[in-house]
C-alpha cells in the first residue's frame, strides 16, 4: 500500500517561511519523480514544483526564485522550503509521486494546509 505523509504546513505571516516534508512508503523511492501540487479555495490544482530521480527541477512561475524542492532517498522524503511567503501562497498542498513523470501523477498525499496570514 502507498502512502504520501505530508508535514510542516501550518500558519505563518506574509514574508515568513515553512518547510514542508513528504514521507513515503510502499514505493521504491529513489526511482520516483515527486512534486507538490497546490489546490486554492476556488482555484484550479497547479504543480509548484517537481524533482526527478536525477534531481532535475522544475518550478511553477509563483514558486521560481522562493521555493526549493529538494529529496533524501535515504530517508524517503521530499521536502518544499518556501520562503517569502504570501497571501496568495495559501492553499492545501499536496505530495504526489510517480514512476514517469510529475504530470498527472500515479500517488497522492492527503495533503496539509498552509495558510499565510498579511
Known amino acids: 500500500q502507498v502512502q504520501l505523509v505530508e508535514s510542516g504546513g501550518g500558519l505563518v505571516q506574509a514574508g515568513g517561511s515553512l518547510k514542508l516534508s513528504c514521507t513515503a512508503s510502499?514505493?521504491?523511492?529513489?526511482?520516483?519523480?515527486m512534486a507538490w501540487y497546490r489546490q486554492a479555495p476556488g482555484k484550479q490544482r497547479e504543480l509548484v514544483a517537481a524533482?526527478?530521480?536525477?534531481?532535475?527541477?522544475v518550478y511553477s512561475g509563483a514558486a521560481k526564485g522562493r521555493f526549493t524542492i529538494s529529496r533524501d532517498n535515504a530517508k524517503n522524503t521530499v521536502y518544499l522550503q518556501m520562503n517569502s511567503l504570501n497571501a496568495e501562497d495559501t492553499a492545501v498542498y499536496y505530495c504526489?509521486?510517480?514512476?514517469?513523470?510529475?504530470?498527472?501523477?500515479?500517488?497522492w498525499g492527503q495533503g496539509t494546509q498552509v495558510t499565510v496570514s498579511s
Open positions: 504526489t509521486a510517480d514512476l514517469r513523470s510529475y504530470n498527472n501523477p500515479r500517488y
Open positions: 510502499g514505493i521504491i523511492f529513489a526511482i520516483h519523480t
Open positions: 524533482i526527478t530521480t536525477v534531481e532535475s527541477t
